[in-house]
């Protein structure tokens, strides 16, 4: 199973490079929409993903693995999460990829996210558990959450993000 | 390339070495591969094992007695790392075989806005590092795990982070980075 890792991550690694999505320039350029390749890149993955989960679903077993739905803490953390990447450019995976590629300052940015990782497990006991209860929800799809069939979900999701995609393709920036 | 001013830039922007379409396909195809033979994408949880895992060399007592990580398994560097350390190397392979392996301090967004200093440039992206992984850890996940696997499975909680990131990430960023460097069409 490690070495099954290794290999799957050698492959995201250089897909995330090859695709520009490992490059803080880029990611920063589609947060001020003025260059959208990150956002036509992402977007397109994330539609791909979704369709290419249902058809697979139909013939293999996926490893469903849905994180909890802490509404609060969901929020709270995507927004912090949001707020360094808007100072760095880096996530996890681009910023492990990008210091692959040689950028000394997602080193550093890395090691950031190392203090974050400890600075959580202080404070997990103050703050993050003390969030988490608040609007507790266990692991659910839009499906169980809204009893709206996820097919239809998938054919809404498919159709807005297309079109949206079609008009970002064209867009000169 | 489309100049569209900056003060005082040492560099410019790059195109992406493959066009978006095949970047986007190429990427949802490993993560579609790692989802049938593995399960989700998430890196962040590495993180956080790898700091528990320190700690336990340095407190065991402070380790037992903490409700997130005294479980062993909360401490275990498995897939996750072997993930991470493959990353590493598939994206300096895919920069060293396309020709664009290079040392660099800062990026040309913020250089644009806040000049050339190395020391500045690492002291804030130390900064956001440590928010990305609070943020995320808060949020049961990375962007990774939200964005492309969450969305993938269509989990209920990929909505809700996926606005408030991108929300919060966009007016970051304009507080941050007011000024475009030219960026290469």
């Not at chain 1, 609060?72 to 681009?94: D, H, K, R």
């Not at chain 2, 350390?85 to 990026?107: I, K, M, Q, Y």
């Not at chain 2, 993938?152 to 007011?178: D, G």
Request: proline share 4%; glycine share 12%.
């Amino acid at each position: 199973m490690e070495i099954f890792g290794l290999i799957i991550g050698l492959l995201f690694g250089a897909a995330l490079f090859l695709s520009g999505l490992a490059d803080p320039d880029k990611i920063i350029g589609a947060l001020r929409l003025k260059d959208l390749h990150a956002i036509r890149v992402t977007l397109l993955a994330v539609l791909a993903v979704i369709i290419g989960t249902w058809i697979v679903s139909m013939f293999h077993s996926t490893h469903p693995g849905l994180p909890p739905n802490d509404v609060v803490a969901v929020l709270v953390g995507g927004a912090i999460l949001g707020a360094g990447i808007g100072i760095g450019g880096y996530c996890p995976a681009t910023g492990i990829a990008c210091a692959g590629a040689g950028r000394i300052d997602a080193i550093v940015a890395v090691m950031g996210m190392l203090a974050g990782g400890l600075l959580y497990i202080v404070m997990y006991s103050s703050v993050a558990a003390p969030l988490e209860r608040i609007a507790h929800h266990n692991p659910s799809t839009l499906q169980n959450a809204t009893d709206i069939p996820n097919i239809a979900w998938i054919v809404v999701i498919a159709i807005a993000g297309g079109l949206t995609l079609k008009a970002l393709a064209n867009a000169r920036v | 390339m489309a100049r569209q001013g900056a003060s005082y830039g040492v560099g410019f922007v790059r195109k992406a070495p493959l066009h978006w379409a095949i970047g986007g396909l190429l990427i949802a195809a490993v993560v579609l591969v790692a989802e049938c033979a593995h399960g989700p994408i998430e890196l962040s949880a590495e993180f956080v094992a790898a700091g528990a895992s320190g700690l336990d060399k340095v407190s065991p007592t402070y380790v037992n007695n903490h409700p997130l990580i005294k479980n062993a398994n909360a401490r275990q560097l498995g897939f996750g790392a072997w993930f991470i350390l493959g990353t590493f190397a598939g994206a300096a392979g895919a920069a060293v075989a396309t020709g664009r392996w290079r040392v660099r301090h800062t990026s040309a967004w913020w250089s644009s806005n806040h000049g050339g200093s190395k020391l500045k440039r690492y002291a804030f992206v130390f900064v956001g590092g440590a928010l990305v992984m609070i943020g995320a850890r808060l949020a049961h996940g990375c962007t990774s795990g939200h964005l492309l696997s969450g969305w993938a499975q269509l989990s209920a909680a990929a909505f809700p982070f996926t606005f408030s990131m991108i929300v919060c990430a966009m007016i970051v960023a304009r507080l941050f980075h007011p000024e475009a460097p030219p960026i290469e069409r």
